[in-house]
């Protein structure tokens, strides 16, 4: 059974930074989808960045150029580096998986696994 436990989140000023962390335990698929998403109170649940077992990324419009999707060598920890904070980032935020390559939609489309959520809160 695979899990994923987020760690990371944080109170935080506009413009500053965090580096969220999800590691996963007992997942051993070669190929596979890891992505971020966060939801806001009364918001729908957003895809914020994903990443593939290659490396390839996909990021959100509102977070391109300031949000950094990535993983270890041992591809079971995954990352999100958050620089440049607005209040509008704030959020809980989860890390997902699935067991095959990301394809077109995968901001947007159901994951098998999720985390808990780490909760993001950007301050003006």
């Known amino acids: 059974q695979v899990q994923l436990l987020e760690s990371g989140g944080g109170s935080v000023q506009a413009g500053g930074s965090l580096r969220l962390s999800c590691a996963a335990s007992?997942?051993?698929?070669?190929?596979?989808?890891m992505a971020w998403f966060r939801q806001a109170p009364g918001k729908e649940r957003e895809g914020v960045a994903t990443?593939?077992?290659?490396?390839?990324?996909n990021y959100a419009d509102s977070v391109k150029g300031r949000f950094t999707i990535s993983q270890n060598s041992a591809k079971n920890t995954l990352y999100l580096q958050m620089n440049s904070l607005k209040p509008e980032d704030t959020a809980m935020y989860y890390c997902?998986?699935?067991?095959?390559?990301?394809?077109?939609?995968?901001?947007?489309?159901?994951?098998?696994?999720y985390g808990q959520g780490t909760q993001v809160t950007v301050s003006s």
């Open positions: 997902a998986a699935e067991d095959y390559d990301c394809y077109s939609g995968s901001l947007s489309y159901e994951y098998h696994y």
């Open positions: 990443i593939d077992a290659d490396g390839g990324t």
């Open positions: 007992a997942y051993t698929h070669k190929a596979y989808c």
